[in-house]
């Protein structure tokens, strides 16, 4: 597969500097299971803003923070350093199957929100991770961010194929001013 634009891609992680002698560089991961790169036998380096350029995988050592790779042609430690701030992609297509109702981050990052009553919320700029459930960070009309938890409780549906995702009516969940935007009841009742 020719990949032409970094956009194509899915980044899975960072290269940082040099690991050793022989050509080595580390890769902070961008991921939720690290360990994915010793599964992978090539990837995509990618440094602005030139065109991203595939790199066969020799081997993969793993440790507490980072991934040591060692990349067919990258024999030297000068060599490793000129990948250094590199991001590392892969095509979608590589990325494993999920199971039903389960979504990748950049699946739901640029969504827009809407409550059940068909309020538009804003778009999902990020996705705070946390021990308990992840946290979407919605960025609405007015520039302000608004917190909602990604539990079934409060996501009704999430929908990337038609770019939305539908907040549950949860009183108190959402304010703006003293008006209650995802209440079940109007305010003052």
Do not use: W
């Amino acid at each position: 597969m020719e990949i032409s634009k970094a956009e194509e891609l899915i980044l899975i992680g960072e290269v940082g500097k040099p690991c050793g002698v022989k050509g080595e560089v580390r890769i902070f991961p961008l991921t939720d299971n690290p360990k994915r790169l010793s599964s992978l036998k090539q990837v995509y380096l990618i440094k602005s803003p030139a065109k991203p350029k595939l790199y066969e995988i020799e081997g993969v050592c793993h440790s507490r923070r980072f991934a040591s790779v060692k990349f067919s042609g990258c024999d030297t430690k000068d060599a490793a350093r000129a990948l250094s701030e590199a991001r590392v992609g892969i095509p979608r297509a590589e990325c494993p199957q999920l199971p039903e109702g389960s979504y990748y981050y950049f699946d739901i990052i640029g969504l827009e929100t809407f409550t059940q009553q068909g309020r538009y919320l804003g778009k999902i700029e990020a996705i705070i991770p946390t021990a308990s459930s992840d946290v979407y960070v919605i960025r609405d009309g007015s520039g302000g961010e608004i917190l909602v938890p990604a539990i079934s409780e409060v996501i009704a549906e999430v929908a990337p194929r038609e770019g939305r995702v539908v907040i549950r009516t949860v009183e108190g969940l959402i304010t703006s001013g003293s008006h209650d935007i995802l209440s079940s009841q109007p305010s003052g009742s």
